[in-house]
């Protein structure tokens, strides 16, 4: 083999493994369909790790082909209001039930830099309604991906999702 058969080779077995070891999506065509939440942890300034919607937290994630989204993760083991009625609940009640969960939605691009972008419309931290907010891809398969972000609650959150088949 000549010597720019060999560069040619290289170079397609070069662009093959980039390819194939991305960690982002190429378009946002790679993220329609619905994806469950696999983790949520928060990585707090000293470094230990936590689970934001406790050990057994769940989480859901649809992308639409129109470029929508929403995202709603709870966790299941909030206690029920003892009322029975939403807008009844007590002090501690609200607490738990405002830290037991999070939903937002809105409009959704993905950059050729590793980010997925939100135009957030609406959430349940109010902080977010109105904001645009990135999330780092770390790695993007067909059926995987995880990003990370500011955590609402301080820190870093690493979030995990798997394609729902």
């Known amino acids: 083999m000549d010597r720019t058969a060999r560069l040619f080779v290289a170079m397609f077995m070069i662009a093959a493994w980039v390819q194939t070891n991305t960690a982002s999506a190429q378009t946002a065509a790679d993220l329609v ?61 609200n607490k738990a039930a405002v830290e037991g969960g999070i939903a937002l939605y809105g409009i959704y691009t993905v950059g050729p830099d590793k980010v997925i972008n939100f135009k957030v419309e609406g959430s349940t931290y109010p902080n977010w309604t109105g904001t645009d907010q990135k999330r780092v891809l770390a790695s993007f398969s067909k059926d995987e991906f995880t990003w990370s972000l500011p955590a609402s609650v301080g820190g870093t959150a690493e979030v995990s999702w798997r394609r729902v088949k």
């Open 33 to 93: 369909g619905t994806w469950t939440n696999a983790a949520n942890i928060n990585v707090r300034s000293d470094g230990s790790k936590v689970p934001v919607f406790g050990p057994n937290g769940k989480g859901l994630a649809i992308f639409d082909a129109t470029g929508r989204f929403a995202i709603i993760n709870i966790n299941p083991d909030t206690p029920k209001f003892a009322s029975n009625n939403r807008a009844q609940g007590t002090a501690a009640e």
